[in-house]
């Protein structure tokens, strides 16, 4: 995990006053200024890399419809190729077949000649299409071969059909006068050209996808290139992450342990004072006895010692140990029993409470016992406290701990006694008494619902139990 830089330690160091007085909250300034440290450090790489695959991606883009362009134009020129060889052969076909049938009389020469004609028209639409998307020149020399080729066509016809009326010296001195020959010849040469001039852009197209080919390749590694960048990206800011949120726990963790360490200073503080009031009360109930003063001194120690017993298990246990809820319980509440069991009404099933719910729940216990012992059930002769609990078990298994703190046989509250009690109880900022209760409830993933009747307090405590 990478270390902190020294500016940030220099703000954590200048926040930990805030946190010795439990001022500093969730998300405070040193990890608001490491998450934007990081935040604009993942931003300024990540931009760079998107501008970089943006730039791939267009270059990759131009490369492939220049390619797809070239390929198009080589099958074109291949077409004109075809349509080239094709137009050649045919002319000499009419021509073999005009020259038979001149030299023979046998109109079976026709034949060769008539099919060298019905295909001659959809090369020549061809050679049209192919003046289409030709330069100047190659538009000349094709208007040039289209016209040598209406002129012998012409010429072929003429003197075939000389032949078939029977003028057939004359057919042969229109042949003599090698008119058909020349354009013959002339037509060759065209046609010549423009193969020549087609194999040009041909290899020339090659050439052009051979260069964007080898373009291509080095594109292709620069994006796996930026690829490996990317998750190098990745995976430092999942690093980076994980340091924060490293970090962000070892705060949140001084914070609890601060805020720990306070509540345990104040607790002290309030156990002490009502250890000395547990002690006095002890000392008054005592005194009401008609005994000797050995046996009244004996019963003081007796119940001191319970006391501290008492104290002992609201400390909870050892990190790694268990303890029965009833035990708990039964330490808490055996100097307030006054020697009379029955003062004190335990019920329940076998339920351990893991080591970090001991101490909240002795907290708890402890706190309504001396509340009980000073104002309610058990600072009366009579009074009786009944401690109910029962774990139920959801579908889902988890496990819930209900436990009823029920007084009776104190001293009876007025309704509107009881109002003013409920509602001092639920005010936000009540005794410290009733905070530290709340907290130990909140401590076990609890809470508590309190009641004042007329018979009685009523305290309900629901939590999870792991």
Not at 89 to 118: H, S, V
Not at 167 to 196: C, F, K, Y
Request: with cysteine; proline share 4%.
């Amino acid at each position: 995990m990478p270390a902190i830089s020294q500016g940030e330690r220099g703000q954590a160091d200048r926040l930990l006053p805030e946190l010795d007085a439990g001022t500093a909250r969730p998300g405070t300034r040193i990890e608001r200024a490491v998450a934007r440290y990081l935040h604009g450090s993942m931003t300024r790489v990540l931009v760079v890399v998107s501008s970089l695959f943006v730039a791939i991606f267009l270059l990759m883009a131009q490369t492939v419809i220049a390619q797809r362009q070239a390929r198009q134009g080589v099958m074109l020129q291949d077409e004109s190729m075809l349509s080239l060889n094709g137009l050649m052969e045919i002319m000499l076909d009419a021509e073999t077949g005009q020259r038979g049938f001149l030299l023979t009389g046998n109109g079976a020469y026709l034949e060769p000649y008539q099919q060298a004609k019905l295909k001659l028209d959809p090369q020549v639409g061809a050679l049209e299409r192919m003046g289409e998307r030709s330069s100047d020149d190659e538009q000349q020399h094709i208007a040039r071969a289209q016209q040598l080729i209406r002129a012998k066509i012409d010429e072929m016809d003429r003197t075939i059909e000389l032949a078939r009326a029977g003028m057939m010296p004359s057919a042969i001195a229109l042949v003599q006068t090698n008119t058909g020959q020349r354009d013959m010849g002339e037509l060759r040469g065209e046609l010549d050209w423009l193969r020549n001039d087609e194999a040009m852009q041909r290899q020339t197209a090659f050439d052009r996808v051979q260069a964007l080919e080898s373009r291509l390749l080095p594109l292709v590694a620069l994006l796996g290139l930026g690829l490996v960048v990317l998750v190098i990206v990745a995976l430092r800011g999942e690093r980076h992450r994980a340091w924060a949120e490293a970090e962000a726990r070892q705060f949140a963790a001084l914070r609890a342990a601060n805020a720990q360490t306070q509540l345990l200073a104040r607790e002290l503080n309030h156990r002490v004072k009502n250890l000395f009031s547990v002690v006095l009360s002890i000392i008054t109930i005592s005194a009401r006895k008609q005994a000797p003063t050995t046996e009244i001194l004996d019963d003081i120690r007796s119940r001191v010692h319970a006391l501290s017993l008492a104290h002992s298990s609201s400390q909870g246990s050892g990190a790694d140990e268990n303890c029965q809820l009833a035990d708990v319980i039964t330490n808490i509440m055996r100097p307030y029993a006054d020697g009379h069991p029955d003062r004190v009404r335990l019920s329940g099933p076998s339920a351990e409470l893991p080591a970090r719910m001991i101490t909240p729940m002795g907290l708890l216990i402890h706190e309504l016992a001396t509340n009980a012992s000073k104002y309610g059930a058990l600072s009366v002769e009579f009074g009786v406290v009944e401690i109910v609990w029962q774990v139920d078990m959801a579908a889902s298994g988890e496990r819930t701990l209900q436990l009823s703190w029920i007084e009776s046989g104190g001293p009876r509250l007025s309704p509107d006694g009881a109002a003013a009690a409920l509602d001092k109880a639920l005010l936000p900022k009540g005794g410290f008494g009733s905070r530290l209760t709340a907290m130990a409830a909140q401590q076990m993933g609890g809470a508590l619902i309190r009641e004042w009747p007329e018979t009685g307090a009523t305290v309900q405590l629901v939590c999870p139990l792991p």
